[in-house]
């Protein structure tokens, strides 16, 4: 067991910024509550229920204070930044990478994305700009 039994939600919740956290929650008995989402620490609190709450993570005292604000029970198991190593290596052994590999999980849309065709750009100009196209012209 990773964690010591607790009567209420154990939720890992990171720091997502300006308010928000990315976080998923958990049961009493480990069923999901809270599948891994992207929401303000706000909603969040909403969605965990009145408690108690057990949290973990960089977003655990952001959802602590909202939490105690509205009288909810709550308890930070952890603040770290970082899982405790010896656990992820834990984790790793206990894994079955032919029946469950690891893949990432985008909870959030990508600050960056690349810019769209231009109509008329010479081949290989797509999306670098004026200079790229003036380059490819003059190769060509």
Known sequence: ???????????????????????????????PLLSPRRINAHEALRALGTGP?????????LLAKEARARGVPVRIASERPAPDIALVARLGLAAQPDT???RPLYLKEPDVTMPAARPNAPKGAVG?????????????
């Open 128 to 140: 670098f700009g004026d200079a790229a196209a003036r380059a490819a012209a003059a190769q060509a």
């Open 100 to 102: 469950a590999p690891a």
């Open 1 to 31: 067991m990773i964690i010591d039994p607790f009567d209420g939600v154990v939720a890992a919740a990171i720091d997502a910024r300006h308010d928000k956290v990315y976080i998923a929650a958990f049961g009493p008995d480990g069923r």
């Open 53 to 61: 709450l057990l949290l973990t993570g960089s977003g655990a005292p």
